[in-house]
């Protein structure tokens, strides 16, 4: 129980900080973070996975998994006039985000995801292909251009 406890202690604010820059909204965060923790329990473990690496996989797939569903779910939102959850436009109408929030919230998700894994999450390149099933070489050019994006919105 004690190891559990310290490395959710350990990676517990930097999971939170990923999902809800992920997907703009605090409570999401803490929820998926709780799961997976718990799924991590239960998970079958690749021996050249670190510990990181898989928290990371599962942590962006529950991510996906929620970014998916709200997408494919019927505008609720929209018959009231809110924005989607999770919309460049939530993250403006709320006001205890910063300008680095709401800078993050406009680069579109691919590279918002690996911006977020290696700044968030501090992975290697390597680890972040993992994570992500693509290919190493392209990852510096991706995370480059999400920096583009990332200063062009920040406007500096």
Request: charged share 25%; aromatic share 10%; glycine share 4%.
């Amino acid at each position: 129980r004690a190891p559990f406890l310290w490395l959710f202690d350990r990676y517990r604010d930097a999971v939170i900080a990923y999902v809800w820059r992920m997907c703009g909204r605090r409570d999401v965060a803490e929820d998926i973070c709780i799961e997976a923790f718990a799924g991590l329990v239960l998970r079958v473990w690749k021996p050249d996975e670190t510990f990181r690496e898989s928290l990371t996989s599962v942590v962006h797939q529950m991510c996906v998994t929620h970014m998916t569903r709200i997408a494919n779910e019927p505008p609720v939102d929209a018959a009231f006039g809110a924005p989607p959850p999770g919309s460049p436009e939530e993250a403006a109408d709320t006001p205890d985000k910063t300008a680095t929030e709401l800078a993050v919230a406009t680069v579109p998700l691919g590279y918002r995801a690996v911006l977020l894994l290696y700044y968030t999450m501090e992975l290697s390149l390597e680890q972040i292909a993992r994570v992500l099933a693509c290919d190493p070489e392209q990852l510096p050019l991706q995370l480059a251009y999400a920096r583009h994006l990332f200063r062009r919105a920040r406007g500096s």
